[in-house]
């Protein structure tokens, strides 16, 4: 079975903190993905990467950076967390070949204070 | 943008009764995700299906694209099938962009 692990189930940050957010998958996955769950907003995707040290931005990717240094590993960066960051984060992977069926982890529910 | 709507949006059943989930699409897509949001959060991907029938146990999927919609048939359906049903699709740009776009889900309630 494919497992997608995030570090935090829960996390209370404060305004202006950094704010780090790890996903780690043990299928050898090449892609990895991150999204933000909001109500009435749906998922919107935040950056995906395909490879190893290769990113791009998804809908919303402003005020977030992303970190690819190894295969298995992606972490979502909140540079200065503001309170319009309080959300569900999701992070997913899928393979390359098939990349629809992703995978998710359990969430991250963030509030920012 | 690519426009998902999903049917209806709330649906309540009693435990051991069927449903029907749809999934209208606006434009051609070239793959189409069904997910089960359970809840306690955590998104589960039930059916890959671009086109055609797929079955699962009690779940089964199917997607007519020249039409542009998906169903997602739940038979028996007991307390664990709650949650909220997401379609998910890839716009047909042929660019390969990596970016699904979700439907806002159908909420669904089994009731025992």
């Known amino acids: 079975d494919v497992k997608v692990t995030q570090s935090s189930r829960y996390l209370v940050k404060r305004t202006g903190e950094k704010v780090f957010l790890e996903c780690v998958q043990d299928m050898d996955h090449e892609n990895m993905f991150w999204y933000r769950q909001d109500p009435g907003l749906g998922l919107r995707l935040i950056y995906f990467s395909y490879d190893v040290k290769m990113k791009e931005k998804g809908d919303i990717p402003e005020g977030y950076s992303v970190s690819r240094e190894k295969k298995e590993r992606f972490s979502l960066i909140l540079e200065s967390a503001s309170t319009n960051q309080t959300s569900m984060y999701l992070c997913?992977?899928?393979?390359?070949?098939?990349?629809?069926?992703?995978?998710f982890g359990p969430g991250t529910r963030l509030t920012v204070t | 943008g690519i426009q998902v709507e999903q049917s209806p949006p709330d649906l309540i059943l009693q435990e051991g009764a069927n449903s029907t989930l749809r999934c209208n699409f606006s434009?051609?897509?070239?793959?189409l995700q069904w997910f089960h949001q359970n809840p306690w959060g955590q998104l589960i991907n039930l059916f890959y299906i671009p086109s055609g029938t797929k079955q699962n146990g009690r779940l089964s999927a199917t997607t007519v694209a020249t039409e542009r919609y998906s169903l997602l048939y739940i038979s028996s359906s007991q307390t664990t099938d709650s949650g909220v049903y997401f379609c998910a699709v890839d716009v047909d740009s042929g660019a390969g962009s990596y970016q699904l776009t979700f439907g806002k889900g159908t909420k669904l309630s089994v009731i025992p």
């Open positions: 434009d051609s897509v070239n793959n």
């Open positions: 997913a992977s899928s393979l390359k070949r098939v990349w629809v069926e992703q995978y």
